[in-house]
Nanobody, 122 residues
Framework: QVHLEESGGGSVQSGGSLRLSCAAS????????LGWFRQAPGKEREGIAC????????YYSGPVKGRFTISRDNAKNTLYLQMNMLKPEDTAMYFC???????????????WGQGTQVTVSS
């Protein structure tokens, strides 16, 4: 069993930056991929970034590529998402998750945090 807890969300103006963290505890199992997802009100949950166990491979969705950076610190059992050049359309609840495959498809993720809210104003 893995417990994930996000932090670092908040309110920021358009063009600003935030850094999200996801602390993992519990099982020492190594998921193939750790990912970040987001869900805006009335919209489906969207996979935006993932990183494999070694941290050597990353993948980003089109809307965030070039603006967001995913990273991990296995020694600290922590996943990060650095978000730069934030836009109002980035406003959403952000979730971290642990999955079995290197993919942004949420169906392959077994463990989820409760989410942290990010609000970007104009």
């Amino acid at each position: 069993q893995v417990h994930l807890e996000e932090s670092g969300g908040g309110s920021v103006q358009s063009g600003g930056s935030l850094r999200l963290s996801c602390a993992a505890s519990g099982s020492t199992d190594r998921p193939y991929c750790l990912g970040w997802f987001r869900q805006a009100p009335g919209k489906e949950r969207e996979g935006i970034a993932c990183i494999n166990w070694s941290g050597a491979d990353t993948y980003y969705s089109g809307p965030v590529k070039g603006r967001f950076t995913i990273s991990r610190d296995n020694a600290k059992n922590t996943l990060y998402l650095q978000m730069n050049m934030l836009k109002p359309e980035d406003t959403a609840m952000y979730f971290c998750a642990a999955g079995r495959l290197f993919t942004l498809n949420e169906r392959h993720y077994n463990y989820w945090g409760q989410g942290t809210q990010v609000t970007v104003s104009s």
